[in-house]
């Protein structure tokens, strides 16, 4: 079955860095188009940025400029560089396909706080 494993979350300040990681399982990773997602409280979850099998990416204007996505796929993993990061970055990210699997991962926490 899906496994999603993400990881590399934390509490960092404002125009702080990240880098998180998404390990899959259960899917021929290479050929699918992989995405990182994210959820505030209150809110819904969006999807923030995704890559191709290919290698092609494309991000919401949100992020657009701060994050990069990347991919291994000699590790099955997704990758997502966030710098300049700010309060409203907060949110618990999840990694998913595209389109989304119904089984999502725990997530991984990433608080931009002063």
């Known amino acids: 079955q899906v496994q999603l494993v993400e990881s590399g979350g934390g509490l960092v300040q404002p125009g702080g860095s990240l880098r998180l990681s998404c390990a899959a399982s259960?899917?021929?990773?290479?050929?699918?188009?992989m995405g990182w997602y994210r959820q505030a409280p209150g809110k819904e979850r969006e999807r923030v940025a995704y890559i191709t099998s290919g290698g092609s990416t494309s991000y919401a204007d949100s992020v657009k400029g701060r994050f990069t996505i990347s991919r291994d796929n000699t590790k099955n993993t997704v990758y997502l560089q966030m710098n300049s990061l700010k309060p409203e970055d907060t949110a618990v990210y999840y990694c998913n396909s595209l389109p989304a699997s119904s089984t999502w991962g725990q997530g991984t926490q990433v608080t931009v706080s002063s």
């Open positions: 259960g899917i021929i990773f290479s050929l699918n188009t």
